[in-house]
């Protein structure tokens, strides 16, 4: 089993930046998929990014390909997702998630959640 608990939200002006992070525990974090999802108000949670175990591939929402990114770093435990070009859009409840099967499919695991707002 794993824990999550990510942090680095915040109030954000449009245009501006944010880096969120995500610490797991456990020894295993490397044998992890990991992923970022957001839920924004009113709306059901969506999937925004997602990285391999190694970290050498990355898969993004269309709606953030270009302005975000995903990275993780399997020494520290950590996922990171580096937000740029922000919108009052990218308003949400950010979430980082792990998927112990390695197919993509099976997000077990899930942290708390961190707010972001962006205002315009």
């Known amino acids: 089993q794993v824990q999550l608990v990510e942090s680095g939200g915040g109030l954000v002006q449009a245009g501006g930046s944010l880096r969120l992070s995500c610490a797991a525990s456990?020894?295993?974090?490397?044998?992890?998929?990991m992923g970022w999802f957001r839920q924004r108000p009113g709306k059901e949670r969506e999937f925004v990014a997602r990285?391999?175990?190694?970290?050498?591939?990355?898969y993004y929402a269309d709606s953030v390909k270009g302005r975000f990114a995903i990275s993780r770093d399997n020494i520290k435990n950590t996922v990171y997702l580096q937000m740029n070009s922000l919108k009052p859009e990218d308003t949400a409840i950010y979430y980082c998630?792990?998927?112990?099967?390695?197919?993509?499919?099976?997000?077990?695991?899930w942290g708390q959640g961190t707010q972001v707002t962006v205002s315009s």
């Open positions: 998630a792990a998927d112990p099967s390695g197919t993509y499919s099976y997000f077990d695991y």
């Open positions: 456990g020894r295993i974090f490397s044998s992890y998929i």
């Open positions: 990285i391999n175990r190694s970290g050498g591939s990355t």
